[in-house]
């Protein structure tokens, strides 16, 4: 089974090794409540310094990483809420909970716009803290469970300096232009040209099927396909030429999607 990796930070020994022990106890009981997901939380870095967190994302790198930080860390210079905002970057869907001895500071938090989903006060009984954990780790599950739903709903290019997130129902096709690793997408809501190789686009997007060394289909979006004249037609006109090679493939196509076949 896949795994979540959490991440606890904090410069004290002795609340890491406690904030361990509760951490692990949500773990286990999430596993066992109707909340669980497909993919299991484990405990892959605790430190008490905010360097191992930097470096271990830097090689390991992280996505929907649970983050247990101390607020305060050893290190004037830097806190847990600069840590939450490098994590942020490298992880855009962390699950990020401060741990402080200072309720005051939550503001700080806020005010720094790190997302984070909650905050747990040290000076609270192991009870008290425990409960809190098991609510927080069961939300950040369904946080990722909502994230990933969204996700596999969604393809997402860059358009110059936007990030374009565009519903796969939507999608007609993408085809290569003649300028080099230049694509076109084109949608029922209009089309957009963005920088990638086909081929990435093809292995990494599994609604999309090939049908020429130039030109990635959705097949819910195809009108027809002519086994004889070997072309595509898709709902908005375009018709797109397949190679003999794919005549197979292409019949496969029309019982698989209730593809039209001329």
């Given at each position: 089974m896949e795994e979540y990796g959490v991440v606890i930070c904090d410069d004290d020994e002795v609340q890491l090794k406690?904030?361990?022990?509760?951490?692990?106890?949500?773990?286990?009981?999430?596993?066992?409540?109707?909340?669980?997901?497909?993919?299991?939380?484990r405990i892959t870095l605790e430190t008490t310094n905010y360097q191992k967190v930097i470096d271990y994302l830097a090689i390991n790198g992280m996505t929907n990483g649970v983050y247990f930080l101390d607020i305060e860390l050893e290190n004037?210079?830097?806190?847990?809420?600069?840590?939450?905002?490098f994590i942020r970057d490298k992880d855009k869907n962390a699950q990020i909970i401060f741990i402080t001895a200072y309720e005051n500071l939550a503001v700080m938090t806020y005010r720094r716009r790190t997302g984070a989903i909650d905050f747990i006060t040290k000076d609270e009984s192991d009870f008290v803290i425990q409960k809190r954990l098991n609510e927080t780790l069961s939300l950040a599950a369904k946080r990722i469970r909502e994230s990933q739903a969204i996700k596999e709903q969604t393809f997402s290019y860059k358009m110059g300096r936007r990030i374009i997130n565009q519903n796969i129902k939507d999608i007609l096709y993408i085809v290569t232009t003649q300028q080099s690793h230049k694509l076109r997408i084109v949608t029922f809501n209009g089309e957009g040209e963005f920088s990638g190789?086909?081929?990435?686009?093809?292995?990494?997007?599994?609604?999309?099927?090939?049908?020429?060394?130039?030109?990635?289909?959705?097949?819910d979006n195809i009108a027809e396909i002519d086994l004889k004249m070997r072309t595509v037609k898709f709902k908005d006109g375009y018709v797109e030429v397949f190679p003999r090679r794919s005549s197979r493939k292409m019949k496969n196509m029309i019982s698989r999607y209730n593809v039209e076949k001329v």
């Open positions: 406690r904030m361990h022990d509760l951490v692990s106890r949500a773990i286990w009981a999430l596993e066992d409540s109707p909340d669980s997901i497909d993919k299991k939380f004037d210079d830097v806190n847990g809420i600069d840590l939450a905002e190789d086909i081929k990435k686009i093809d292995e990494q997007n599994n609604f999309l099927e090939k049908i020429s060394q130039s030109c990635l289909a959705n097949p």
